[in-house]
Structures are given as C-alpha cells and as structure tokens.
C-alpha cells in the first residue's frame, strides 16, 4: 500500500492506494464525467463537466497546462486523467478535482499530479480552505493546487491565493479565461478533430449558460468612494494603503477582461502585456501619476501593441497605439498614414494623431483624422507636421480620449464604457491598420 506519489516513478495504476481505495475499480468511479446527472449550476457538476472536457480535448488541455509549466503535456503517449470530490479520510478534506499527467502505455507512470479547487457564484476562494488542500497534498506527493473561480489574475501563474508554505505552486484560472480560450482554439482551426470542436462548443455553450459564471462585470462596492478620493488628490499626493488595494484589486481584474472579450468581440487574440508583479506596477502608476496604463498585444506580435490609460485626476480613458511609416518625409508620411483609415475605417473628429520625431520629440499638437483629410484634399502642409523638429516623423501616435465624468465611478458603467472604448479603438484604429 503506497502512500504518497514519486512523480516519474509511481505507476499510475497504484494511484487509488494513496486515496485508501480497495481497487483501481473502485477509484474509477470517481472518475468525471462530461454530463453529469442532477444540477448542473452547482460546484460538484460544474467540476465534472469541466475536467471531462479538457481530458477529451488534446489542444485545449496543452495550452493551459503548458502556459503553468507541465512540460511533457505535448509528448507522445502522455494522458490526462481527471477525477472529482477525493477524500482524505483522516481529516474530512475533500478538494473539488484532481488531474493526473501519465506517460506510457502498458504500465503508465505519473508524471505530474494538481488537486483543483473550483468556486461558482459570488463565492469565494478561502486560503484557509486551500492551505488545508495544500498540506493534504504535500503529504502525498502532490505539489500542485489549480484554483477556479470568476476571480480574473493577470496570468495563470498568478493566484489570489497567498499561502505559507513554500516550494508549494498555486495556479489560477478564471471562468471566463476558460471560456475564451475554448472559443479562441475553434476560431483559430487549431483543433484538428471535429468531436474536439463540439466538445470545446458546447463547454462554451455551458459556461455562457451558466448562472453562476461570468465575467467581470462589477468594480465592487468599495470602487465608488476609492476613486472619489484619488478625485480629489493632486498627483502628487500620497494614496493610502487601504484606497489603493480596493483599485488595484478590481481594475486588475477588469484589464484582463478587456483583452478577454476584446478577443472574444473581434476573433483577434489580445494578451494584456506586463512585466513581473502586476499588482505592484499598478500601485507604482498610481501612486507617481495616478494614471494606470494597460498594454495589450495582438497575435503574440510585441510589434503590434496598443495601451489604455485610465486617468484617476481627469476620470479619462485614453486609447493609443504607435504606427511607423518607415519611407518617405513627414509631408508623405502623414500622406501615407491618412490613406490607412480612408475607405470604411469609421474615422471621426474624436482620433487624434501626433507626429513624433527624432528622440520622440513632438509639437504636442494633436489634429484630428478629419482636419488631416481635409487638409490632404487641400493640399496643405499638414498640421502634425513640423520641420523645425526634424524632416521625417519617427512614430505616429493615433490616440482616443474619453472624459467617462460619473460613469468613472459607477461600479457597472466603468466597465461597459471601458470595454466599448476599447472595443471601438480596437476596430477603428488598431485593427485596421493592419489590414
């Protein structure tokens, strides 16, 4: 009788021996299935349904357990199996999920092991709850605890989890980050079966029907006051602690849901950009300039990014993105640039553009689309054009500006007004740039 896994040694067919189980039989009839019986709106339900469809789908188990680290996920004979509501019999655990990566055929050997532990509604992740997980899975080898919830993290290798104990990995994925990578995965034909595209289609189908899953939909209740008081600070007026964490907690959470229905709007793969703690550059941006900036990149291209800041003392969205013209002077530059957005891109009054030269050096004078294209068919200089800055323009910088005023504090509207803004840039600008 073992009693706990040595990933790369223990045979897979031992597993029910670490969970007390008589027979591999046994085990297997906790083993989750794609359509349980009874609600389905509940956790145990919800697991199951879940779990079975990321065994059954090969692309879609190997992109999110290869974005937290399984490396043999994409290697030849390797298999995921998964279960629901493992008990540990001598301290009334029962994590919702556990996933086994084996290799081999004949006599599979665990390769990696990950207890799951899933929340629906408005219900919440406990440290507590996951400590205790932690210490039940520390005690038979496993070292590895994914949590689920309607909870939005910057990426999966972040969690809202803090726990104590160290050399111990925690993962988080959000219902909606679920749900938008499934229909990514079909959009993309990067599924080469036909039952893998049903199966991803009709989990989408279940999480958009789901009562209890969503996306983010609300600042919180603390956001209102919070944003009030920055409101009225000068920028450089210091942001109490307790202010700080209400932003930085909800508008973490709303940027990642920015690319997530960005991508599930346009069918273009948007990833929120960072570097290192996301938490601890938001309070930086905040603190120095009360200004949180988000840039998000498209089709995995560090080329072709466009940023979002959210200005706290002006309660603006501004939108902008930079576009080289590589040949030519400024006057056929900007030539060049207008000729981009003529046609159906939907240019008004409100896109600003900005020509930028040597050392990023500008007038600081924005002109809008409108007064650019009049000014071509006038055959004027243009007024983004200055020579005493230099003869060719560096960058352009095309940008929107929002003034959102009580809707900036609305803990329903911000997010409808930013996810339109972004939207609206992202079609009218940012995408049709590069058709």
């Not at 027979?23 to 019986?37: H, I, V």
């Not at 997010?415 to 939207?423: Q, R, T």
Request: net charge neutral.
């Amino acid at each position: 009788m073992i009693k706990k896994i040595d990933c790369g040694k223990t045979s897979f067919n031992d597993l029910h021996q670490v969970f007390k189980y008589a027979t591999q039989e046994e085990f297997e009839t906790k083993r989750s299935r794609l359509f349980p019986n009874g609600n389905s709106d509940n956790e145990v339900a919800t697991t199951s349904i879940f779990l079975s469809s990321l065994c059954a789908v090969k692309e879609y188990r190997e992109e999110l357990l290869s974005e937290i680290g399984v490396k043999k996920i994409k290697n030849q004979n390797i298999k995921l199996h998964a279960y629901t509501e493992l008990e540990n019999m001598s301290a009334e655990e029962r994590p919702d999920g556990l996933l086994v990566v084996t290799s081999g055929k004949l006599n599979p050997i665990i390769e990696w092991a990950c207890f799951v532990e899933v929340k629906v509604g408005s219900n919440p992740l406990e440290e507590s709850q996951v400590d205790r997980y932690a210490t039940f899975a520390r005690e038979i080898g496993i070292n590895n605890i994914i949590t689920i919830s309607n909870e939005l993290v910057t990426c999966p290798l972040d969690s809202p989890i803090k726990l104590k104990k160290r050399s111990f990995n925690l993962y988080h994925w959000s219902w909606a980050f679920l749900k938008i990578s499934a229909l990514r995965l079909v959009r993309a034909n990067a599924l080469g079966d036909s039952d893998h595209i049903f199966i991803l289609q009709e989990l989408r189908k279940f999480i958009d029907g789901h009562k209890k899953l969503s996306n983010y939909v609300n600042m919180g209740k603390e956001w209102k006051d919070a944003v009030t008081k920055i409101h009225s600070h000068s920028i450089e007026q210091r942001i109490d602690l307790e202010t700080l964490g209400h932003i930085v907690d909800s508008y973490i959470q709303e940027e990642k849901d920015v690319s997530l229905q960005l991508t599930a709007k346009s069918g273009i793969h948007i990833e929120l950009l960072t570097k290192g703690d996301r938490k601890e550059e938001v309070t930086k941006m905040l603190q120095s300039k009360k200004v949180i900036t988000s840039q998000f990149m498209l089709e995995k291209d560090k080329r072709n990014t466009f940023f979002i800041d959210i200005d706290f003392i002006r309660q603006e969205v501004r939108c902008y993105t930079h576009i080289v013209i590589s040949k030519g002077k400024a006057q056929a530059q900007t030539t060049k640039l207008i000729k981009m957005f003529e046609g159906d891109s939907g240019y008004t009054d409100d896109i600003l553009v900005n020509a930028f030269y040597i050392r990023n050096r500008s007038n600081h004078s924005d002109s809008s689309l409108a007064t650019l294209l009049e000014e071509k068919h006038q055959s004027e200089m243009y007024s983004v054009v200055d020579k005493s800055l230099g003869n060719e323009v560096k960058f352009f910088e095309v940008k929107t500006k929002d003034l959102l005023g009580r809707d900036f504090k609305s803990t329903k509207n911000f997010i409808v007004k930013l996810e339109d803004i972004a939207n609206r840039f992202l079609t009218q600008v940012v995408a049709y740039q590069n058709q």
